[in-house]
């Protein structure tokens, strides 16, 4: 998994950060770019969010570098289109084990090594999956859900040492790695949106805002809150199975 830590007078510890399992050119990339457009330092480090010890020491590397944690983005995450029939019981578990445990190890590690003493903010990149129960969907779905709970769970066991954590849950999101390989063709897209309340996905600018709401101040007596910013989509949009088979089977023959 890899990972960004920027500072001004803030310091991020964000997961997945530059997109992809472990590969540091494209994290390389992404900080280079930030550090560009914004003026702040990165530090880009390439780790194992299923690895306690992996986190430990990348936290201990941001810890020396920059002094202190402000905020954890949890955002590090796997996923791909497949019948539950279909799933093996080690991708189903790998999912899990990046997603949910993933999430929970670097929370962990990052409370105990300095929210504890020092408080903080943990904002979770959750889903809407599991809301409707959405085909194909089981092993992400059920992971998501878990990090829903447990964000939850952390706001209440760590509100008395100053850590808020909140969740964004965001939709179909134009422009993602995501959206290219689990969304259907530019017609079925299309017609998907049709029962969208907004008409549209949403972009990355938009989920970019709603997590800086919930790390910055502006959302200071938010807590355990699970910020849904899917233009209403769980609300209506129809859970096509075949039509959702139909996209599983054009991916798998592109890839």
Known sequence: MMHIVFCRDRVA???????????LPSLLHAAKKLSAVSGRRCLPLCIDVRQPDSIMAAVDETLKEFGCIDILI???AGNFLCPATSLSFNAFKTVLDIDTMGTFNT??????KWFKDH????VNIS???????QALQV???SAKAANDAMTKHLAVEWGPSGVRV???APGPISGTEGYRRLGGSRREAADAFQSIPLQRAGNKTEMA???LFLASRASSYTTGAILVADGGAWLTSANDVSMLLGIASSKSAKL
Not at 127 to 133: D, E, M, N, P, S
């Open 74 to 76: 949890n955002n590090a």
């Open 209 to 211: 805002h709603c997590a």
């Open 127 to 133: 889903a809407t999956l599991g809301y409707r129960g």
């Open 166 to 168: 909140n969740a964004v």
């Open 139 to 141: 092993h992400a779905g």
């Open 107 to 112: 929370s962990k590690v990052v409370y105990e």
């Open 119 to 122: 408080g903080g903010n943990i």
């Open 13 to 23: 510890f964000i997961t997945g950060g530059g997109s992809g399992i472990g590969g």
